[in-house]
């Protein structure tokens, strides 16, 4: 195991969980952390619910989504999703890939999903849409072959976040606090537009705004420990944290 890998395992126990206790995931969803000191790898769970997800179901993954070391446990089918996007986005350090039910709107829609408020800069000026049938044409929706990673990766391309047609949503993140912000950021913005949305005319953020609002999450969500603090305590709080929090 790599020196920091251990610490970082426990911080995507905790990210998951928050990430299920704010209503980003459900029984479905993962996360991943590239992995610390080596940016040919990354780290995510076996396929397990998030819920109860511990340090011990945190396995190490090559950039080609394959195990590192030989295993028996069932792994998520959709992992290219992160090895694709790790390879192609050097800044990115955390991927979440989820179905939220705030964000399912906007993946049905021809609506597009904008920043309609300060921390809901976030999600940045533009949020891409992926259809997977453009490339692809039917197929099961899930993200399973590299080459619909790839396809994934390049709808993305160097924005913070991507929605996915008819399925949900993957967010990266600079770290796992960061990640998190964003997440839960972006599902609070989706239900904002979407309420405004019922009440009348949608105020939007300019790009000149959304820039500098995004900046400041970004120092906030990512290089302060006041989001992540709130989260986990909410977590404690809430009786599903991991036994040893
Ligand atoms: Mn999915």
Known sequence: MHELASDVRRDIVLATRMLVNESVMDAFGHVSVRLPGDPGGYLMSRACAPNLIVAGDILEFTLESDPVEPTKAQLFAERVIHGEIYKARPDVMAIVHCHPTSLLPF????????????????????????????????????????????????????????????????????????????????????????????????????????????????????????TWDFWRQQLQLSGNGPADD
């Open 107 to 226: 993946c049905i829609s021809a609506t597009p999903l904008v920043p309609v408020f300060l921390m809901g800069a976030t999600i940045g000026h533009h949020v891409p849409f992926w259809n997977q049938r453009d490339d692809f044409g039917d197929t099961s929706l899930l993200v399973v072959k590299p080459e619909e990673g790839r396809s994934l990766a390049r709808a993305l391309g160097q924005n913070s976040m991507v929605l996915m047609r008819l399925h949900g949503a993957t967010i990266t993140g600079a770290n796992l606090p960061d990640l998190v912000f964003r997440a839960v950021y972006a599902c609070r913005n989706a239900d904002a537009q979407s309420a405004a949305h019922a009440l009348g005319r949608v105020a939007v953020l300019s790009p000149g705004e959304a820039e500098r609002a995004g900046a400041l999450c970004s120092r906030v969500g990512g290089f302060s420990s006041r």
